[in-house]
């Protein structure tokens, strides 16, 4: 999994600690291992309306489970 998964369950726990509601980006669409792991970390992915080239991600901090 390298470095992304405990970098990401980092940002989410510290997103949680300082009491943020959700997490919002964008990936390359061709960069389907990070889209993968998004969603396995709950993210919702939608295409970008202004961008084909790019997905839109978002987690809603507060609903993710204690464990990340």
């Known amino acids: 999994q390298g470095l992304g998964w405990p970098l990401m369950e980092l940002v989410i726990a ?12 964008h990936v390359m669409r ?7 792991m998004c969603q396995e970390l709950g993210f919702g992915t939608q295409p ?13 901090v507060q609903q993710v489970t204690a464990a990340v």
Do not use: F, K
């Open 14 to 25: 510290w997103a949680r600690q300082e009491g943020l509601s959700t997490i919002q980006g």
């Open 48 to 60: 970008d309306p202004n961008d084909p080239e790019l997905v839109s991600v978002e987690l809603h």
């Open 30 to 36: 061709g960069n389907t291992t990070m889209l993968q």
